[in-house]
């Protein structure tokens, strides 16, 4: 079964830090493009970072530089998301996504979300 499971979410104050980790089963990972995505009340999905096939090269929204890291793991078939100076403004579900993998009639994998909420 083709699917992506995310973890570790939580609630945190401001400053604090989490890692949300993503599990991917059922396609060949190391071949395809990973992002997090964040949705937060009332506006629409953003990705807020992508890693290459390899993990040679990764992209970041403006506004998390230097907050977030992502990472992957080609041999668990693992991809990370590590949140350092959490800001209320981070609050949102967070989505593992595959954007290039064709699955069913349409291209990308979603994730189920990971609640992450801060606290002032």
């Known amino acids: 079964q083709v699917r992506l499971a995310e973890s570790g979410g939580g609630s945190v104050q401001a400053g604090g830090s989490l890692r949300l980790s993503c599990v991917a089963s059922g396609f060949t990972f190391s071949e395809y493009t990973m992002t997090w995505d964040r949705q937060a009340p009332g506006k629409e999905s953003e990705m807020v970072a992508e890693?290459?096939?390899?993990?040679?090269?990764?992209n970041y929204l403006d506004s998390v530089k230097g907050r977030f890291t992502i990472s992957r793991n080609n041999g668990e078939s693992t991809v990370n998301l590590q949140i350092n100076n959490l800001k209320p403004e981070d609050t949102a579900v967070y989505f593992c996504h595959a954007p290039d993998l064709f699955v069913g009639l349409e291209f990308g994998l979603w994730g189920q979300g990971t609640q992450v909420t801060v606290s002032s």
């Open positions: 890693i290459s096939a390899t993990g040679g090269h990764a």
